[in-house]
């Protein structure tokens, strides 16, 4: 049996890791990689998700917890640049969480992971204002490309999420809108370019480039056509590019 450790050891020993702690977050705080708060109660994904991360010089975990009660308190503590947040979490979920911070920080950028894609949380979470939606069973590559894009102001999908949610929509041939849709018959030549471009899943600085345009412009084109046609989301532009015959959802699968 090991021996037991009198109370006061095991005070500096908390008071030990509680310095730690801070140090690293001192660190990320001062640093130019981005801070990266992740919130995941499963300690081997939690693990793993900041192992990823850390390997990217361009990124550094500012702080990670499995208790969603003390991500308030870590948000203003740290700053984060982005959140990690996985849907499943004790006395709550991801995206109940999602509104919760961005209620009280609304600029900070979220992504949702979850174990597999489920089409229903994947528009929760966007409708939530998450910017992206990751499954854990992705490589380590589309994880930091998530973030990265993200980062950028972009939303993103992962292969694996996006496949799924046009598989429903291939389901859905009753969805299609009549392609009289007025609301689509308002957009310019340039906005409707633009959109299948998005659609087609390119961002906005390769929008900018296939187009000769300034990335500046693409934004403000992008803005105006997703408000011409109510659309909330990444999710909600393929949903309708798709049902409206914009784009061949076949491609998607490939």
């Given at each position: 049996m090991a021996p037991c450790l009198p109370p006061q050891d095991i005070d500096e020993i908390h008071r030990s890791k509680l310095q730690d702690i801070r140090h690293r977050e001192k660190i990320a705080m001062t640093s130019k990689e981005k801070r990266i708060l992740i919130v995941e109660a499963n300690p081997v994904m939690r693990e793993g998700l900041k192992s990823v991360i850390n390997r990217d010089a361009r990124f550094v975990v500012a702080a990670d917890t499995a208790n969603p009660e003390k991500v308030h308190q870590l948000v203003d503590r740290i700053d984060p640049d982005l959140i990690l947040i996985a849907?499943?979490?004790?006395?709550?979920?991801?995206?109940?969480?999602?509104?919760?911070?961005?209620?009280?920080?609304?600029?900070?950028?979220?992504?949702?992971?979850?174990?597999?894609?489920?089409?229903?949380?994947i528009r929760d979470a966007l409708w939530a204002g998450a910017m992206g939606y990751a499954v854990k069973e992705s490589t380590a590559d589309r994880?930091?490309?998530?973030?990265?894009?993200?980062?950028?102001?972009?939303?993103?999908?992962?292969?694996?999420?996006?496949?799924?949610?046009?598989?429903?929509?291939?389901?859905?041939?009753?969805?299609?809108?009549?392609?009289?849709?007025?609301a689509y018959a308002s957009l310019t030549e340039r906005e409707r370019e633009i959109f299948r471009l998005l659609a087609e899943g390119f961002s906005n600085e390769e929008v900018a480039r296939h187009l000769n345009l300034q990335a500046k412009t693409v934004c403000n084109h992008r803005?105006?056509?997703?408000?011409?046609?109510?659309?909330?989301?990444?999710?909600?532009?393929?949903?309708?590019?798709?049902?409206?015959?914009?784009?061949?959802?076949?491609?998607?699968?490939?």
């Open positions: 849907v499943q979490l004790p006395g709550t979920d991801g995206i109940a969480l999602t509104r919760q911070i961005l209620a009280q920080k609304p600029q900070v950028p979220i992504m949702i992971v979850n174990i597999h894609p489920d089409i229903d949380q994880l930091l490309e998530g973030i990265e894009r993200i980062l950028e102001g972009e939303y993103y999908l992962d292969g694996y999420a996006t496949r799924s949610v046009v598989e429903r929509l291939i389901d859905s041939p009753s969805e299609r809108v009549d392609t009289d849709d007025p803005t105006n056509l997703t408000r011409k046609l109510s659309i909330k989301g990444y999710t909600d532009l393929v949903r309708y590019a798709c049902r409206m015959g914009v784009i061949d959802p076949a491609k998607w699968l490939k």
